[in-house]
């Protein structure tokens, strides 16, 4: 079992920066995978970023790529996301989710996380 807490969300002008904070509870989270997702209003939750279960391989979706960095710490169960030149469209309620599966890489696909936060907004204005 695995319980997931976003934060950081906030309101920030386009090109600004932001940093997500996930802190997760839960004694499999270092052998799990973690993602970041978001999803926009009338929109499908769409994948923006994960890291495998050591930290040491991270995987982005194009349109962040070279914005956005993320990271974990297992000593502390966290899981970040620093935000940079954000645009408009970043604009999203963004979660942190934990893979179905340990010690693999992060999948891209919704189905494959058994273990969601609730959310935090990003809103970028332009």
């Known amino acids: 079992q695995v319980q997931l807490v976003e934060s950081g969300g906030g309101l920030v002008q386009a090109g600004g920066s932001l940093r997500l904070s996930c802190a997760a509870s839960?004694?499999?989270?270092?052998?799990?995978?973690m993602g970041w997702f978001r999803q926009a209003p009338g929109k499908e939750r769409e994948f923006v970023a994960g890291?495998?279960?050591?930290?040491?391989?991270?995987y982005y979706a194009d349109s962040v790529k070279d914005r956005f960095t993320i990271s974990r710490d297992n000593a502390k169960n966290t899981v970040s996301l620093q935000m940079n030149r954000l645009k408009p469209e970043d604009t999203a309620a963004y979660y942190c989710?934990?893979?179905?599966?340990?010690?693999?890489?992060?999948?891209?696909?919704?189905?494959?996380?058994?273990?969601w936060g609730q959310g935090t907004q990003v809103t970028v204005s332009s």
């Open positions: 989710a934990a893979s179905a599966y340990s010690w693999g890489n992060p999948d891209l696909r919704v189905s494959e996380y058994d273990y």
């Open positions: 839960g004694r499999t989270f270092s052998s799990r995978a």
């Open positions: 890291i495998d279960w050591s930290g040491s391989s991270t």
